[in-house]
């Protein structure tokens, strides 16, 4: 594995590719103490003055647990060799399954954050802002029939990226 720090405002992304296509994984804790789900919803952007992402996590998440107790979170993008271990990852909970061994993903330390060898490029986020959806604030209600039929809200985290890297294999 040999991560090198990339300036993320030099790298070409296009966020509908990388994550409503390709998907990521976001992760929180340490590499000894982690979990990470699959993610194909959230955004870049620049916002307070900040190159930032917003990723959103419901209520039941195990991932929102750890998310919400650390200061840090991460998102791994993976070539579409890894979209399995992705599929996975989003539809079985790190509560009952070890979602690495049964991937083969494998957890590295990046600036004490988790991230993986295989994958392509991970940022490390400094969360700064979280908020709950409420029902009363869809200007379109049938957001709410189609995707919350038990409402279970999404909460929106904010990060800063504050770090960018990429895998040099």
């Given at each position: 594995?040999?991560?090198?720090?990339?300036?993320?405002?030099?790298?070409?992304?296009?966020?509908f590719e990388?994550i409503?296509?390709?998907?990521f994984?976001?992760?929180?804790?340490?590499?000894?103490?982690?979990?990470?789900?699959?993610?194909?919803?959230g955004f870049?952007?620049?916002?307070?003055?900040?190159?930032?992402?917003?990723?959103?996590?419901r209520?039941?998440?195990?991932?929102?647990?750890?998310i919400?107790k650390?200061?840090?979170?991460?998102?791994?993008?993976?070539?579409?060799?890894?979209?399995?271990?992705l599929?996975?990852c989003?539809?079985?909970s790190?509560?009952?399954v070890?979602?690495?061994e049964?991937?083969?993903?494998?957890?590295?330390d990046?600036?004490g954050?988790?991230g993986?060898?295989?994958?392509?490029?991970?940022?490390?986020?400094?969360?700064?802002?979280?908020q709950?959806?409420?029902?009363?604030?869809?200007?379109?209600s049938s957001?709410?029939?189609?995707?919350?039929?038990q409402?279970d809200y999404?909460?929106?985290y904010?990060?800063?990226?504050?770090?960018?890297?990429?895998?040099?294999?």
């Amino acid at each position: 594995m040999s991560f090198t720090q990339t300036d993320i405002t030099k790298e070409n992304l296009n966020p509908f590719e990388t994550i409503g296509n390709k998907w990521f994984l976001v992760s929180a804790g340490t590499k000894d103490s982690f979990n990470s789900m699959t993610a194909s919803w959230g955004f870049m952007g620049v916002m307070w003055g900040k190159n930032c992402v917003i990723t959103t996590i419901r209520p039941q998440r195990y991932t929102k647990e750890f998310i919400d107790k650390n200061e840090y979170f991460t998102f791994s993008f993976f070539s579409d060799e890894y979209k399995d271990a992705l599929r996975f990852c989003g539809s079985h909970s790190g509560r009952d399954v070890d979602k690495m061994e049964c991937t083969g993903l494998t957890p590295v330390d990046i600036c004490g954050q988790v991230g993986f060898e295989q994958a392509e490029m991970v940022l490390v986020c400094k969360k700064l802002y979280v908020q709950e959806m409420k029902p009363q604030c869809f200007t379109d209600s049938s957001l709410i029939d189609k995707n919350y039929p038990q409402e279970d809200y999404h909460i929106a985290y904010y990060g800063e990226i504050v770090k960018a890297f990429v895998n040099n294999k």
